[in-house]
């Protein structure tokens, strides 16, 4: 009797014990309009948590052949008018077919440009670019259809078509490389690309689009997140688009798609993705307008792999782990005081700590001592001036942007926006919103150096959205959703703001006008004030638009705001955005764990956008405080945080740092002689002069960014020549090694012994003492030298010229 | 053993090979196709050329098998495998290649200069369809001396209509795809057609007028030849297309008299003045230029046009040259100095065929509208426009032409429509499609 009781509880669908597995088919029911449609079948094997794509090489069963026929690979073609099923196992779908005798013609929108699009004609780097490749240019990604119609069927006299014998058109032979490519072969005489384009031709290559509907948006299937697990690796994706006229058309074979990591899982023209390696990845499909994806992640069982559970520190390490624990990394061990003191004074002061604070907190035995130097660290002035620093950077405070004067006002404002903890919702109205006089009100440099609409419209999205949202002002962006129209809806709100210069200093004032329209560029329409969710806004023209824009920003619902600046915080931390680079949120550039940003964006939000809060938390994860060395488990992993990446000393924390090892800290131009280069409010404030120009400039080298634009990449990261020959026989270095009145050099003339000096030398660089075969290295090569101080120089230059001292690990 | 198998092989392999291979023939297809198309001059990527035997034989000594080239497309390193991104070539390609390099990389044409795209053999032209399964654009077209004919531009083909009635009067053959420049010399007897597959080849097609049999090929080209016509007194049959060039051919005996680099970009349009001594081009360079024929020197050059130039003549007092083009402005220049005169923005729109008439010029504007102007007086004088078809976008004019008083133009949509310009009516409208 069970026997027979188990299928018939899997056709009902109960997930029930007994249940073992089940087929699924997406979709339910379809109809089929027209010889040329096609229904890309899903076919998935459920097995309690566990899923896996099926829809290549399952055995269909049609009920009435003689109506469809299905491919091995799931697609399901039209043959005759009225209805079947097809099923697999016990799950079905119902699929009807009409209108087979009478196909409609090609559509040119709906079909001819979106197949140019998925061979990548009209991809940026091909015949898409502003001007085109090979006197033949089309509109990237299709987004002017009617004059890519022109360039295909006109222009030069129709040389691209050819009526007669439609296999010899230029638009055929070229791809097909029968005629000599630069793009190489983009497509196969046999493809089913190459049978429409073919028939759009043989048509007449028509570009009708009058009594055709509009196309209202497209599904993908799948449509939520999966788990899919080697060596079932791969996934079969469906695209569906709905039109106005009520009707839906499976596009599949239409669609581009794209995958967000290609190290991770490659897609195939048809939508079939094949896993590489396990990690995440974001499956992209695009039909003309409209962008939708779904994230798909790659687990391999890892040989030997063994989860140990260990206790996390907070919800941040529950988050990291739980991925870690499904992609099978392990976590790396704690990090030693030595090695977490130095890392935490980096980051959240951009010093490091001296030779006593850390005697004092390697013997404290209090088991809380971390989270109260952290909170210390957190209350310090450093962390103010460090932190705003990097705001700094952001928001172009310096003298060419905004004025001498300003950089200093302005840069003082963030100090003490860092110092009081501000919110960080008031400290974005503060920003977005300011009125008034930059003398009184700082913030107001804000539209200074954002000079114009635009600009401000663009800046303030890449600092608040985290979009680089700059492609749509001249087309629909290519790698996100933001098309044209909301470029210019979102500018609306910026388009009132008036900058005033009294002529009074450097004074501006800032105020929003009542009028003034923005209009866009190709349908010259007035464009009503637009934001993400929110859609088109109607504002009563006695309210700054820039007050209902920050409402809307900071609102309880808003997808960006608190995620970008969690996100932000988290790399200034971590080394690495969840979603990185850490200023570009898009959906091809998915998180590398979604639910840990989510966490952290809810929890900021909760506490009221505090800052200080977050940063406490990351700060006291035992992911934060993981050590910097990986184990056999997490060797290869880059982005999910099983172990700390150890990264280079930003330039003002390597000079600062030079300074407090040497005893001879740089000094700067502009500024009071004991301002560290980690409190700077701006680089450029050294005077012009002709004589100096082509000065090697050592935080230039190292990466410090001009601030000329918000685009945190400004800060160079990579290492490079110029570097290592300033480390290895730069001016600065050799000054500071052989000032006489440096560290190393007092030491000397106190008559304190090698030892004592090399000790002290790695104390306060390294932030641990020298180990016995270093030591013993150090002091054969001091001892057996002709002359001690130059070799004690050397040491110093040694100490100075290790990893572990220009890195923060 | 094994000895004697190898021997038979290469007995039987010479057997196979016991021509020797033609580079013209059997090579030069292969490279024209494959590779041309990135290793030419002004494109030679990788400092690399072969489009002429010239360029080819700097690149490889005979019988040395190592050579870059053959390499290049037999290695299996994708990376460095010719050609890029696409299908490798077939192993009976790269044995030819090989057989001929090993044979002594010899040359069997003439001039080792010459493009590999006219050394290749003319594979003559299939025949055209007895009835088109759809109309093709009309891209060239020209009255008959007696304004009793039109031709027009055929699918390798021309054909001739009675412009009274729109009856197909005959067909001349063996021609190349598409003609874009049709001209007839001075006493009627020759035809000339500007003609090509477009991105593959182009050729010159003279025309014995009255039997419709071939005078000459004067020159093949890589792709399509765009203008052609003949110098007043008819000795001369200048002509130019994609490739830049201007070309002026002796029509006696079909030699060359010049052959210029015009232009960095594809020359769309000639014109000889009234005295037969000079030609001015117009190029999608935005230039247009003037050429001594006598000296084959360049006489001057107008730079002023903002985009393509597509339509040039000469002005009646034989000083002064009009262009026009996509920017939609006619400009007056000087012929001797290359000054400009005038710009007078006539058009408000891409002008793309512009042709003299009697006393007035005829240039095409989008619309489907013709605006006749009068270039003594700088007035327009009236305008002719074409209906679209039912459900469709005004159509493309893509060629014009004029006798006394009639107006023949030609549209993408494959129709020729004929005015008479002093009553400004409509006289015919027809498909020009057999």
Same mark, same amino acid.
């Not at chain 1, 945080?641 to 040497?662: C, I, K, N, W």
């Not at chain 2, 590999?116 to 369809?129: D, N, R, V, Y």
């Given at each position: 009797?069970?026997?027979?009781?188990?299928?018939?509880?899997?056709?009902?669908?109960?997930?029930?014990?007994?249940?073992?597995?089940?087929?699924?088919? @997406?979709?339910?029911?379809?109809?089929?309009?027209?010889?040329?449609?096609?229904?890309?079948?899903?076919?998935?094997?459920?097995?309690?948590?566990?899923?896996?794509?099926?829809?290549?090489?399952?055995?269909?069963?049609?009920?009435?052949?003689?109506?469809?026929?299905?491919?091995?690979?799931?697609?399901?073609?039209?043959?005759?008018?009225?209805?079947?099923?097809?099923?697999?196992?016990?799950?079905?779908?119902?699929?009807?077919?009409?209108?087979?005798?009478?196909?409609?013609?090609?559509?040119?929108? @709906?079909?001819?440009?979106?197949?140019?699009?998925?061979?990548?004609?009209?991809?940026?780097?091909?015949?898409?670019?502003?001007?085109?490749?090979?006197?033949?240019?089309?509109?990237?990604?299709?987004?002017?259809?009617?004059?890519?119609?022109?360039?295909?069927?006109?222009?030069?006299?129709?040389?691209?078509?050819?009526?007669?014998?439609?296999?010899?058109?230029?638009?055929?032979?070229?791809?097909?490389?029968?005629?000599?490519?630069?793009?190489?072969?983009?497509?196969?005489?046999?493809?089913?690309?190459?049978?429409?384009?073919?028939?759009?031709?043989?048509?007449?290559?028509?570009?009708?689009?009058?009594?055709?509907?509009?196309?209202?948006?497209?599904?993908?299937?799948?449509?939520?997140?999966?788990?899919?697990?080697?060596?079932?690796?791969?996934?079969?994706?469906?695209?569906?688009?709905?039109?106005?006229?009520?009707?839906?058309? &499976?596009?599949?074979?239409?669609?581009?798609?794209?995958?967000?990591?290609?190290?991770?899982?490659?897609?195939?023209?048809?939508?079939?993705?094949?896993?590489?390696?396990?990690?995440?990845?974001?499956?992209?499909? #695009?039909?003309?307008?409209?962008?939708?994806?779904?994230?798909?992640?790659?687990?391999?069982?890892?040989?030997?792999?063994?989860?140990?559970? *260990?206790?996390?520190?907070?919800?941040?390490?529950?988050?990291?782990?739980?991925?870690?624990?499904?992609?099978?990394?392990?976590?790396?061990?704690?990090?030693?005081?030595?090695?977490?003191?130095?890392?935490?004074?980096?980051?959240?002061?951009?010093?490091?700590?001296?030779?006593?604070?850390?005697?004092?907190?390697?013997?404290?035995?209090?088991?809380?001592?971390?989270?109260?130097?952290?909170?210390?660290?957190?209350?310090?002035?450093?962390?103010?001036?460090?932190?705003?620093?990097?705001?700094?950077?952001?928001?172009?405070?310096?003298?060419?942007?905004?004025?001498?004067?300003?950089?200093?006002?302005?840069?003082?404002?963030?100090?003490?926006?860092?110092?009081?903890?501000?919110?960080?919702?008031?400290?974005?109205?503060?920003?977005?919103?300011?009125?008034?006089?930059?003398?009184?009100?700082?913030?107001?440099?804000?539209? *200074?150096?954002?000079?114009?609409?635009?600009?401000?419209?663009?800046?303030?999205?890449?600092?608040?959205?985290?979009?680089?949202?700059?492609?749509?002002?001249? @087309?629909?962006?290519?790698?996100?959703?933001?098309?044209?129209?909301?470029?210019?809806?979102?500018?609306?709100?910026?388009?009132?703001?008036?900058?005033?210069?009294?002529?009074?200093?450097?004074?501006?004032?800032?105020?929003?006008?009542?009028?003034?329209?923005?209009?866009?560029?190709?349908?010259?329409?007035? /464009?009503? +004030?637009?934001?993400?969710?929110?859609?088109?806004?109607?504002?009563?023209?006695?309210? &700054? *638009?820039?007050?209902?824009?920050?409402?809307?920003?900071?609102?309880?619902?808003?997808?960006?705001?608190?995620?970008?600046?969690?996100?932000?915080?988290?790399?200034?931390?971590?080394?690495?955005?969840?979603?990185?680079?850490?200023? &570009?949120?898009?959906?091809?550039?998915?998180?590398?764990?979604?639910?840990?940003?989510?966490?952290?964006?809810?929890?900021?939000?909760?506490?009221?956008?505090?800052?200080?809060?977050?940063?406490?938390?990351?700060?006291?994860?035992?992911?934060?405080?993981?050590?910097?060395?990986?184990?056999?488990?997490?060797?290869?992993?880059?982005?999910?945080?099983?172990?700390?990446?150890?990264? /280079?000393?930003?330039?003002?924390?390597?000079?600062?740092?030079?300074?407090?090892?040497?005893?001879?800290?740089?000094?700067?131009?502009?500024? +009071?002689?004991?301002?560290?280069?980690?409190?700077? +409010?701006?680089?450029?404030?050294?005077?012009?002069?002709?004589?100096?120009?082509?000065?090697?400039?050592?935080?230039?080298?190292?990466?410090?960014?001009?601030?000329?634009?918000?685009?945190?990449?400004?800060?160079?990261?990579?290492?490079?020549?110029?570097?290592?020959?300033?480390?290895?026989?730069?001016?600065?270095?050799?000054?500071?090694?052989?000032?006489?009145?440096?560290?190393?050099?007092?030491?000397?003339?106190?008559?304190?012994?090698?030892?004592?000096?090399?000790? #002290?030398?790695?104390?306060?660089?390294?932030?641990?003492?020298?180990?016995?075969?270093?030591?013993?290295?150090?002091?054969?090569?001091?001892?057996?030298?002709?002359?001690?101080?130059?070799?004690?120089?050397?040491? =110093?230059?040694?100490? =100075?010229?290790?990893?572990?001292?220009?890195?923060?690990? | 053993?094994?000895?004697?198998?190898?021997?038979?092989?290469?007995?039987?392999?010479?057997?196979?090979?016991?021509?020797?291979?033609?580079?013209?023939?059997?090579?030069?297809?292969?490279?024209?196709?494959?590779?041309?198309?990135?290793?030419?001059?002004?494109?030679?990527?990788?400092?690399?050329?072969?489009?002429?035997?010239?360029?080819?034989?700097?690149?490889?000594?005979?019988?040395?098998?190592?050579?870059?080239?053959?390499?290049?497309?037999?290695?299996?390193?994708?990376?460095?495998?010719?050609?890029?991104?696409?299908?490798?070539?077939?192993?009976?390609?790269?044995?030819?290649?090989?057989?001929?390099?090993?044979?002594?990389?010899?040359?069997?044409?003439?001039?080792?200069?010459?493009?590999?795209?006219?050394?290749?053999?003319?594979?003559?032209?299939?025949?055209?369809?007895?009835?088109?399964?759809?109309?093709?654009?009309?891209?060239?077209?020209?009255?008959?001396?007696?304004?009793?004919?039109?031709?027009?531009?055929?699918?390798?083909?021309?054909?001739?209509?009675?412009?009274?009635?729109?009856?197909?009067?005959?067909?001349?053959?063996?021609?190349?795809?598409?003609?874009?420049?049709?001209?007839?010399?001075?006493?009627?007897?020759?035809?000339?057609?500007?003609?090509?597959?477009?991105?593959?080849?182009?050729?010159?097609?003279?025309?014995?007028?009255?039997?419709?049999?071939?005078?000459?090929?004067?020159?093949?080209?890589?792709?399509?030849?765009?203008?052609?016509?003949?110098?007043?007194?008819?000795?001369?049959?200048?002509?130019?297309?994609?490739?830049?060039?201007?070309?002026?051919?002796?029509?006696?005996?079909?030699?060359?008299?010049?052959?210029?680099?015009?232009?960095?970009?594809?020359?769309?349009?000639?014109?000889?003045?009234?005295?037969?001594?000079?030609?001015?081009?117009?190029?999608?360079?935005?230039?247009?230029?003037?050429?001594?024929?006598?000296?084959?020197?360049?006489?001057?050059?107008?730079?002023?046009?903002?985009?393509?130039?597509?339509?040039?003549?000469?002005?009646?007092?034989?000083?002064?040259?009009?262009?026009?083009?996509?920017?939609?402005?006619?400009?007056?220049?000087?012929?001797?100095?290359?000054?400009?005169?005038?710009?007078?923005?006539?058009?408000?729109?891409?002008?793309?065929?512009?042709?003299?008439?009697?006393?007035?010029?005829?240039?095409?504007?989008?619309?489907?509208? %013709?605006?006749?102007?009068?270039?003594?007086?700088?007035?327009?004088?009236?305008?002719?426009?074409?209906?679209?078809?039912?459900?469709?976008?005004?159509?493309?004019?893509?060629?014009?032409?004029?006798?006394?008083?009639?107006?023949?133009?030609?549209?993408?949509?494959?129709?020729?429509?004929?005015?008479?310009?002093?009553?400004?009516?409509?006289?015919? %409208?027809?498909?020009?499609?057999?």
């Amino acid at each position: 009797m069970m026997r027979f009781l188990l299928p018939m509880f899997c056709i009902l669908g109960m997930p029930g014990v007994w249940c073992q597995a089940a087929w699924e088919l @997406h979709p339910s029911e379809f109809t089929l309009s027209g010889k040329r449609e096609s229904l890309q079948l899903i076919a998935t094997w459920r097995d309690r948590d566990r899923v896996a794509d099926r829809t290549k090489g399952a055995e269909y069963v049609i009920t009435d052949p003689a109506v469809v026929s299905v491919s091995r690979d799931g697609v399901v073609r039209p043959r005759a008018n009225g209805v079947t099923t097809i099923r697999l196992g016990e799950t079905m779908v119902e699929v009807t077919v009409r209108g087979v005798q009478s196909p409609a013609p090609v559509s040119f929108r @709906h079909e001819t440009l979106p197949v140019l699009s998925r061979l990548g004609c009209s991809a940026g780097s091909c015949h898409g670019s502003p001007h085109g490749k090979g006197s033949f240019r089309l509109s990237l990604r299709a987004f002017d259809p009617a004059l890519d119609g022109l360039t295909l069927v006109s222009e030069e006299l129709g040389r691209r078509t050819n009526p007669i014998e439609p296999d010899k058109s230029l638009l055929l032979l070229k791809p097909t490389t029968v005629v000599s490519h630069e793009g190489g072969k983009k497509l196969d005489k046999e493809s089913p690309e190459y049978a429409l384009l073919r028939s759009w031709i043989a048509e007449g290559a028509a570009l009708r689009k009058e009594q055709e509907s509009t196309c209202t948006g497209i599904e993908i299937y799948p449509s939520s997140a999966r788990v899919l697990h080697f060596p079932d690796a791969k996934q079969q994706f469906s695209v569906h688009a709905k039109f106005s006229d009520g009707t839906r058309r &499976d596009v599949t074979h239409l669609a581009v798609f794209e995958s967000s990591n290609t190290k991770v899982a490659e897609v195939s023209r048809q939508g079939f993705v094949s896993g590489i390696e396990r990690g995440g990845v974001a499956i992209i499909a #695009r039909y003309l307008e409209f962008i939708e994806s779904t994230s798909l992640t790659f687990v391999r069982k890892i040989d030997g792999f063994e989860w140990v559970d *260990r206790k996390p520190a907070n919800y941040v390490d529950e988050h990291v782990y739980r991925k870690l624990r499904q992609l099978q990394f392990s976590p790396s061990e704690q990090s030693k005081d030595l090695e977490f003191i130095r890392r935490v004074y980096l980051d959240v002061t951009g010093q490091l700590p001296s030779a006593d604070v850390i005697g004092v907190f390697v013997e404290d035995r209090d088991p809380r001592k971390r989270a109260l130097l952290i909170d210390a660290l957190l209350e310090s002035e450093e962390h103010a001036s460090f932190w705003a620093q990097k705001w700094g950077d952001l928001l172009r405070v310096s003298k060419k942007q905004i004025g001498h004067t300003s950089v200093f006002k302005f840069s003082r404002w963030l100090v003490n926006a860092v110092a009081s903890n501000m919110p960080y919702d008031k400290f974005a109205r503060e920003i977005l919103t300011a009125r008034g006089s930059s003398l009184v009100y700082p913030a107001a440099n804000y539209y *200074r150096a954002a000079g114009d609409t635009f600009d401000a419209m663009e800046t303030s999205a890449q600092l608040f959205l985290g979009s680089r949202i700059q492609c749509a002002k001249c @087309h629909n962006h290519p790698f996100e959703r933001w098309t044209q129209d909301n470029y210019y809806g979102l500018a609306a709100f910026f388009n009132r703001v008036e900058r005033k210069k009294t002529g009074k200093g450097e004074e501006l004032i800032v105020y929003s006008r009542q009028d003034g329209e923005v209009s866009h560029p190709a349908s010259g329409e007035i /464009m009503k +004030p637009w934001a993400p969710k929110a859609g088109a806004m109607e504002v009563e023209k006695v309210f &700054d *638009r820039r007050d209902v824009f920050t409402e809307w920003l900071t609102g309880e619902d808003n997808p960006f705001f608190a995620n970008v600046e969690a996100n932000r915080i988290w790399a200034y931390l971590l080394g690495r955005g969840i979603v990185e680079p850490f200023d &570009d949120f898009r959906d091809t550039n998915p998180p590398s764990n979604p639910p840990l940003l989510t966490a952290l964006a809810q929890d900021f939000r909760q506490s009221g956008y505090d800052r200080r809060h977050l940063l406490r938390v990351i700060l006291n994860s035992n992911t934060y405080q993981a050590a910097s060395e990986t184990n056999h488990f997490n060797r290869e992993d880059q982005n999910y945080f099983s172990h700390y990446q150890p990264r /280079m000393l930003t330039a003002e924390q390597l000079v600062d740092a030079l300074g407090v090892v040497t005893g001879r800290p740089m000094k700067f131009e502009g500024v +009071p002689p004991e301002v560290k280069a980690t409190e700077l +409010p701006a680089p450029d404030l050294r005077p012009h002069s002709r004589g100096r120009i082509g000065d090697v400039e050592f935080m230039k080298v190292f990466g410090q960014p001009e601030r000329q634009t918000i685009c945190e990449c400004e800060r160079g990261d990579e290492s490079s020549l110029g570097q290592a020959l300033q480390m290895y026989n730069g001016q600065l270095i050799h000054d500071m090694i052989t000032a006489k009145d440096g560290n190393l050099h007092r030491w000397i003339g106190e008559g304190l012994d090698e030892e004592e000096i090399v000790r #002290r030398l790695y104390l306060s660089a390294l932030c641990r003492p020298p180990g016995d075969e270093e030591l013993a290295l150090h002091l054969q090569y001091i001892r057996g030298a002709e002359n001690a101080t130059t070799a004690l120089e050397d040491t =110093l230059w040694i100490v =100075l010229n290790k990893s572990e001292f220009l890195f923060q690990h | 053993m094994k000895r004697a198998l190898t021997s038979l092989f290469v007995f039987s392999s010479a057997l196979v090979s016991a021509e020797v291979v033609s580079f013209s023939r059997e090579v030069a297809p292969i490279l024209q196709r494959q590779c041309v198309a990135c290793h030419k001059e002004g494109k030679a990527k990788g400092k690399y050329r072969l489009d002429t035997y010239e360029q080819l034989r700097k690149e490889i000594d005979p019988g040395d098998l190592e050579t870059e080239l053959l390499h290049r497309v037999t290695t299996d390193d994708t990376e460095e495998r010719m050609p890029v991104d696409a299908d490798p070539l077939r192993d009976d390609e790269i044995s030819v290649i090989r057989r001929w390099i090993v044979e002594g990389a010899k040359y069997d044409g003439e001039d080792p200069g010459a493009l590999l795209s006219e050394i290749i053999p003319m594979q003559g032209h299939p025949e055209a369809p007895s009835s088109y399964p759809r109309p093709l654009g009309v891209t060239a077209m020209v009255f008959g001396r007696e304004g009793e004919k039109l031709y027009t531009g055929g699918y390798h083909e021309i054909l001739i209509w009675n412009p009274e009635d729109g009856a197909l009067l005959g067909r001349i053959p063996n021609n190349g795809q598409r003609s874009y420049g049709l001209a007839l010399s001075p006493e009627g007897k020759m035809l000339a057609a500007a003609t090509g597959d477009p991105g593959q080849a182009g050729e010159v097609r003279v025309f014995d007028n009255q039997s419709g049999r071939v005078l000459a090929t004067p020159f093949r080209g890589g792709d399509t030849l765009l203008a052609v016509d003949f110098s007043p007194d008819g000795r001369i049959l200048a002509f130019g297309g994609v490739d830049g060039k201007l070309r002026l051919f002796q029509t006696e005996t079909w030699t060359e008299v010049l052959a210029v680099d015009a232009h960095s970009d594809w020359l769309t349009a000639l014109s000889w003045n009234r005295g037969g001594n000079q030609v001015a081009t117009a190029s999608r360079d935005k230039t247009a230029k003037v050429y001594n024929v006598t000296t084959g020197k360049r006489v001057s050059t107008f730079s002023g046009h903002p985009e393509a130039v597509r339509g040039i003549a000469f002005h009646s007092n034989g000083k002064e040259v009009l262009s026009t083009g996509d920017h939609g402005h006619l400009f007056v220049w000087g012929s001797e100095n290359g000054k400009k005169v005038a710009d007078r923005a006539k058009f408000g729109g891409p002008v793309l065929r512009f042709v003299e008439g009697r006393r007035e010029f005829f240039a095409t504007t989008p619309g489907g509208v %013709v605006v006749q102007f009068d270039a003594e007086k700088q007035k327009r004088l009236q305008e002719f426009k074409i209906a679209s078809q039912a459900g469709a976008e005004a159509p493309t004019i893509s060629s014009c032409a004029s006798w006394g008083t009639l107006l023949a133009v030609g549209t993408l949509d494959g129709r020729v429509i004929i005015f008479d310009t002093e009553t400004g009516d409509q006289r015919t %409208v027809f498909l020009a499609k057999p």
